[in-house]
């Protein structure tokens, strides 16, 4: 092999990594009505064409602010019960949603599950029990809709 076909090689190979760039533009750049979609902060739901509010991630300025805010300490009020003394937070695993992204999703609320506003820190033991009766709510929340569902579709309770 010479230098010609190693400079031809190069080429190719450069030609189809240029190639695969556009390529992956066009896919994150999208069609033009897609690009204002998501400029309005919509996404298109390609199963039922739904349009679905882009979801923003916890960053750890989120994080570092509510630490600051809560003075370093579970935003719990049972948790000085549960556990002797109020517990100090000190990891972004333990950075909770108030409302549950499920339940947030089941409810259908309006906004950004991730806001500010939907975010508290707890300490490991009482993230647990939360988490725990999040599950239930969710649970219950699915069973409610599902006989209000039932219902609906059944008004006068015939069996037919």
């Not at 204002?36 to 570092?64: C, I, V, W």
């Not at 991730?114 to 490991?124: M, R, V, Y």
């Not at 699915?142 to 037919?160: A, I, M, T």
């Amino acid at each position: 092999m010479d230098i010609n076909d190693i400079l031809k090689n190069q080429d190719k190979a450069l030609k189809n990594i240029m190639g695969n760039q556009d390529k992956v533009l066009k896919n994150v750049i999208g069609s033009t009505k897609k690009s204002k979609q998501m400029n309005l902060g919509l996404n298109l739901n390609s199963s039922n064409n739904e349009p679905e509010p882009l979801k923003r991630k916890t960053y750890s300025a989120d994080f570092y602010n509510l630490m600051e805010k809560q003075n370093h300490l579970c935003a719990d009020p049972l948790c000085a019960k549960r556990h002797g003394k109020k517990q100090t937070v000190n990891s972004m695993r333990d950075m909770d949603h108030i409302i549950a992204l499920k339940l947030w999703e089941l409810m259908k609320k309006k906004g950004n599950v991730n806001e500010f506003s939907n975010l508290q820190l707890l300490c490991p033991g009482c993230h647990r029990v939360k988490n725990a009766n999040d599950r239930k709510k969710i649970a219950e929340f699915k069973q409610k809709k599902s006989s209000r569902e039932r219902q609906q579709q059944n008004p006068f309770g015939l069996g037919f």
